[in-house]
């Protein structure tokens, strides 16, 4: 069975720079949809970034709209999120999810069915 883990989390000043790694094991992920969500102290869960299985990246969060980006290593078993010029309100738990919606990419939590622990991102001076 598919297990993610997310690692890479850490307390980082504003305007710095984190690479969250999503590791694969039991399966490949190859074939599934990544997507990277976030979840703030007393907010819902939301999308930030997926890659389809085909590779084609699409951001959901306007705020990490040229700031995040999303690529898998070759060997197809993890996957990055890498964020630029971060911001406090950047601030929240990631979590990475697989899954296989129809669509290719999807910002909904319910088309994933495997999901990491999630890691703790703090941006603050």
């Known amino acids: 069975q598919l297990q993610l883990v997310e690692s890479g989390g850490a307390l980082v000043q504003p305007g710095g720079f984190l690479q969250l790694s999503c590791a694969a094991s039991g399966s490949s992920i190859d074939t599934y949809t990544i997507t990277w969500f976030r979840q703030a102290p007393g907010k819902e869960r939301e999308a930030v970034q997926c890659i389809s299985s085909s590779d084609s990246p699409f951001t959901y969060d306007d705020s990490a709209r040229g700031r995040f980006t999303i690529a898998r290593n070759n060997a197809g078993k993890t996957v990055y999120l890498n964020m630029y010029r971060l911001r406090p309100q950047d601030t929240a738990v990631y979590y990475c999810?697989?899954?296989?919606?129809?669509?290719?990419?999807?910002?909904?939590?319910?088309?994933?069915?495997?999901w990491g622990q999630g890691t703790q991102v703090t941006v603050a001076a």
């Open positions: 999810a697989a899954g296989r919606p129809a669509s290719g990419c999807s910002g909904w939590a319910a088309h994933y069915d495997y």
